[in-house]
């Protein structure tokens, strides 16, 4: 799986939106871009995916540059309780057979304050 | 409706024993995982099965042996265990194929003394 680089840690502030980094500048054009979080004491959560095109759910929103080099995890309203460890993978959709692997990088540790 | 659940929640035990821990999905997903989180929180995949057949093996010692009675469970069983075992253990399913997410359970922290 292709390498990402994110910021160790990010600071908000409560009820503003956050915009988490990715930088995967060896991204092969059959990588998907995947992002999970995990809270305090939890297993991993799944935020979102995309290729190419910016995606949007009830979570968050991606931005996928144009040459899909970096992308950006939105947050719109941070609340406490989005603090947590948010991981950027890239999964390979040629990679798979019939399960797909998830290699999970050290992530951002995002800090929600009052 | 806990989705992915796993037990026990806490376990320590002494080195040498043997001891398992199980995981059940009520998703109806074919594939499960389980993954280990080290003390410098690290996630690394372990094992996958899709449909009871081991399809991901991540150079795991053989002391570690993943069994899957039904594609609704895997069980993963740890012999002869050593303070390096200490760790998270998270239990994963998800439906075949990349595009589909894992969903995770809250994990089985293991402590060897």
């Known amino acids: 799986d292709a390498k990402t680089t994110q910021p160790n840690s990010m600071e908000s502030n409560e009820e503003e939106p956050v915009h988490l980094p990715c930088n995967h500048s060896?991204?092969?054009?059959?990588?998907?871009i995947h992002w999970y979080r995990q809270l305090p004491s939890q297993g991993p959560e799944y935020v979102i995916h995309?290729?190419?095109s910016n995606v949007n759910n009830r979570m968050a929103s991606l931005a996928i540059a144009e040459d899909r080099k970096s992308s950006t995890l939105i947050l719109h309203r941070a609340t406490l309780r989005d603090a947590a460890v948010y991981y950027c993978?890239?999964?390979?959709?040629?990679?798979?057979?019939?399960?797909?692997?998830?290699?999970f990088g050290t992530g951002t540790r995002l800090q929600v304050t009052l | 409706d806990t989705a992915v659940s796993q037990t026990p929640k806490y376990l320590v035990t002494q080195m040498g024993n043997d001891k398992s821990i199980k995981c059940e999905q009520n998703?109806?997903?074919?594939?499960m995982y389980w993954y280990k989180q080290d003390s410098k929180k690290f996630l690394k995949i372990m094992f996958s099965?899709?449909?009871?057949?081991?399809?991901i093996n991540e150079t795991v010692p053989n002391r570690f042996s993943p069994k899957s009675p039904d594609k609704a469970h895997l069980n993963l069983h740890i012999n002869s265990l050593e303070l390096g075992d200490s760790a998270v253990y998270f239990c994963?399913?998800?439906?075949?194929?990349?595009?589909?997410?894992?969903?995770f359970g809250n994990g089985t922290r293991l402590t060897v003394t």
């Open positions: 994963a399913s998800s439906q075949a194929g990349f595009d589909s997410p894992l969903h």
């Open positions: 060896t991204i092969s054009g059959t990588d998907y």
């Open positions: 995309g290729l190419t």
């Open positions: 993978i890239l999964r390979d959709v040629m990679n798979t057979g019939t399960a797909s692997k998830l290699t």
């Open positions: 998703l109806g997903h074919d594939t």
């Open positions: 099965y899709n449909n009871k057949e081991l399809i």
